[in-house]
């Protein structure tokens, strides 16, 4: 039998810039301490977790395997949870680029996994930003479009007129609660829903731009270990997001339910559902407030290793990937 070659790749959060990174403005996002793990080998035909594999159903394998000429056996773990705004999407194409890579004797390239697992991002979801591919792959800290940090530049990449330029980012010693809502909720549609908004108000290019600000004043804060400022800049953060119309009350009951126990608290991601974070130094208190209120806390290190290669697949479920 074929050998097996294993990848993962961790989820993110953005802890400010979702939405207005999708306009050249810029974002910080960090790695977390959840990943997907892919395992990829030749088959005698395509097969997703024993399954016959539905291709005009799954963008992202379509996408990536546009240039084999052979079958593939897929088989997926996860603990990141599916479309609550943890890059699962992202890691997913991430480690499925770097297993094929592996398959095919190449040598791993961070550049070209990038491109690889944005191109997916693309295909799935047909609008949005290279950020969610860069933490993915990278690991650590990312900032997108961040003056002044040339030095830790580690790519730039253009569409469509737009140019983000994707810088490596110190992650200080903090420590995130997750609170997810339980409400699945794809990246696309919300996407687009700020799109349409923003073509027919200037309001609403107002309050892209205000975020863009706002996210330039947390990264400082970041820089300088100033959790207090960091916290102020993702609660009004998390107030322009709402104003774009994309968190949800179940998403706001659960930030308000973190705030007095966190420096800040936001959503995270694409919003309308999905998940928020928030800043603590008291995070088992956080995450009972937040389970207390209905969600699903989950306490969460950032700067995790980017996408990598394992020696095996892990134990654990396998990971229903959502179809389109």
């Known amino acids: 039998m074929t050998e097996w070659h294993t990848a993962s790749a961790p989820g993110k959060f953005v802890i400010l810039g979702e939405h207005s990174v999708v306009y050249g403005k810029p974002a910080v996002v960090l790695a977390a301490d959840r990943r997907i793990t892919c395992g990829v ?39 990141i949870p ?82 983000w330029n994707v810088s490596d980012v110190d992650v200080p010693k903090m420590t995130f609660v997750i609170g997810n809502t339980g409400i699945r909720a794809p ?20 309050m892209i731009e205000e975020i863009g600000n706002v996210t330039l004043s947390g990264y400082e804060a970041l820089r300088k270990g100033d959790v207090e400022t960091l916290g102020r800049m993702m609660i009004t953060d998390h107030k322009l997001l709402s104003i774009l119309g994309v968190s949800c009350k179940e998403l706001n009951k659960l930030v308000n339910a973190a705030l007095p126990f966190s420096y800040g608290a936001k959503l995270t991601g694409s919003g309308g559902g999905g998940c928020m974070v928030a800043l603590t130094d008291d995070p088992h208190r956080v995450a009972s407030a937040i389970e207390a209120r209905g969600g699903t806390a989950y306490i969460m290190n950032a700067g995790s290793e980017g996408a990598r290669l394992e020696t095996s697949l892990p134990d654990g479920p396998v990971f229903n990937v959502p179809v389109i």
């Open 187 to 206: 990246t696309g549609p919300q996407v687009d829903k700020v799109r349409r908004y923003a073509s027919r108000s200037n309001f609403a290019t107002e």
């Open 82 to 163: 599916a479309g609550a705004g943890l890059g699962s999407s992202a890691a997913l194409a991430a480690s499925v680029a770097l297993a094929l890579e592996s398959m095919a004797g190449n040598d791993p390239d961070e550049r070209k996994l990038v491109d690889e697992a944005y191109g997916a991002e693309l295909a799935a979801q047909g609008n949005g930003s290279p950020m969610d591919a860069s933490a993915c792959v990278h690991g650590g800290g990312i900032g997108v479009n961040i003056p002044g940090t040339e030095n830790r530049k580690l790519w730039r990449i253009s569409r469509n007129g737009r140019v």
């Open 41 to 79: 080998r030749r088959g005698r035909r395509n097969l997703l977790n024993g399954e016959p594999m539905e291709f005009s159903r799954q963008p992202h394998f379509r996408y990536l395997t546009r240039n084999l000429r052979h079958a593939v056996e897929f088989v997926t773990r996860s603990d």
